[in-house]
């Protein structure tokens, strides 16, 4: 055959695999719109049901992750809310010795490995935490969840932590929910799940499940609330600057769109302007404002994210997480700060990163960012 044969059939290739990823784009809505319908009074005292502590007077709670990928968020957040509100003894894991590389940003020192919590608490904990990770097969973090549940335990999956849990095995046959990215994988892999839609939250028969990363706040506010009532509750959303957190949601809002495609495209053409945006680490800094700024920065496709300190060795935040810096005894370019907004409340700071990304890399970039996070803007609470 010519060498004109295969050019040609390249040409050819190329323009049908164009005009195919075209159709899909142009198949894509331009926008999304949905209201979040309320949740029965019934339903929602049901779910703080749920969650009350059974054994302990002051709960055992564990949060699991994969020491070579958990996500940020996921795995910070229900740690630093619990820790600040006071009504648990909060114990950060990890499947094996040395740190937690969180994605997409940040690295952690756990508190002890699951062998050990299990060699100090044979009973169990009371609840288990389980963020999103990067691989949903990893046999000592299933085994380990398995184990807990069957001791009594109740399995919260955050955002995409559900796929984990369900990969455990807890779902089959449970209504449940996770983030809107990874539904169709999730009833996929485990077709007996009855999803629910609309809820920020799921509990049936000890497992719950939350739709995407910043739902783990109002999650973990309800479990505040179902372990230490309404009153310390409101106390702990006031300090996050949350006003309302309850399980309403608009699930249809959250899906891909024309402009959400063509944003990532096109930002991640641009890899020749791609940054590195420094976080300060700074002792006793809210871990919570740190995971949000770090997670929504890192999901620009623009830019990524490293923290550095002063000097070398483990940072602490507020409420005793031990954050391993990038960069010792460095320091960073003014024009690539990234801040945190200390003295802010973390909602107020994550609103505040918001802003910051917009006015960097435009609207529509937030917007992509605000998807990933499933971080209803526009509704009256977080």
């Not at 142009?26 to 319908?37: F, H, K």
Request: charged share 20%.
């Amino acid at each position: 055959m010519s060498k004109s044969f295969f050019i040609w059939g390249g040409v050819a290739l190329f323009v049908l695999s164009f005009a195919g990823f075209g159709g899909w784009m142009l198949s894509l809505p331009v926008a999304t719109a949905a209201s979040a319908p309320p949740v029965p009074r019934e339903e929602a005292q049901a779910l703080l049901a749920s969650l009350r502590p059974v054994e302990r007077t002051r709960p055992l709670v564990a949060v699991i992750g994969i020491n070579d990928a958990t996500e940020t968020t996921d795995y910070l957040m229900p740690t630093g809310i619990l820790r600040r509100a006071d009504v648990a003894d909060v114990a950060l894991l990890a499947t094996g010795p040395g740190p937690v590389q969180l994605y997409p940003a940040l690295a952690v020192e756990p508190d002890a490995t699951i062998a050990a919590f299990d060699a100090e608490h044979p009973e169990g904990a009371d609840y288990v935490v389980v963020p999103a990770m990067s691989r949903d097969d990893d046999p000592a973090a299933l085994a380990w969840i398995r184990s807990q549940a069957e001791k009594g335990a109740t399995i919260i999956g955050i955002c995409a932590g559900a796929k984990v849990v369900a990969a455990a095995g807890l779902l089959d046959g449970r209504r449940a929910t996770t983030h809107w990215y990874y539904l169709d994988e999730m009833l996929k892999r485990s077709p007996t799940i009855r999803y629910v839609a609309d809820r920020r939250m799921v509990a049936e028969e000890g497992v719950v499940t939350t739709t995407g990363i910043t739902a783990s706040m109002p999650m973990m506010l309800t479990l505040i609330e179902a372990i230490a009532g309404r009153e310390r509750a409101e106390a702990v959303a006031h300090d996050l600057g949350v006003e309302t957190w309850d399980a309403r949601h608009a699930s249809a809002a959250f899906r891909l769109t024309r402009p959400f495609v063509a944003t990532v495209l096109a930002n991640r053409m641009v890899f020749w302007n791609r940054e590195t945006l420094g976080i300060r680490l700074e002792p006793g800094m809210d871990e919570v404002s740190l995971a949000l700024a770090a997670d929504a920065w890192s999901r620009t496709y623009r830019s990524g994210v490293a923290t550095f300190a002063a000097v070398p060795g483990v940072v602490e935040t507020a409420n005793g997480v031990r954050v391993v810096p990038d960069h010792a005894g460095a320091d960073w370019p003014r024009a690539l700060d990234a801040s945190t907004f200390p003295g802010r409340k973390p909602a107020e700071a994550l609103d505040l990163t918001l802003a910051a990304i917009a006015a960097r890399y435009g609207a529509r970039t937030t917007d992509v960012v605000a998807m990933q996070l499933e971080y209803p803007r526009q509704a009256a609470g977080r």
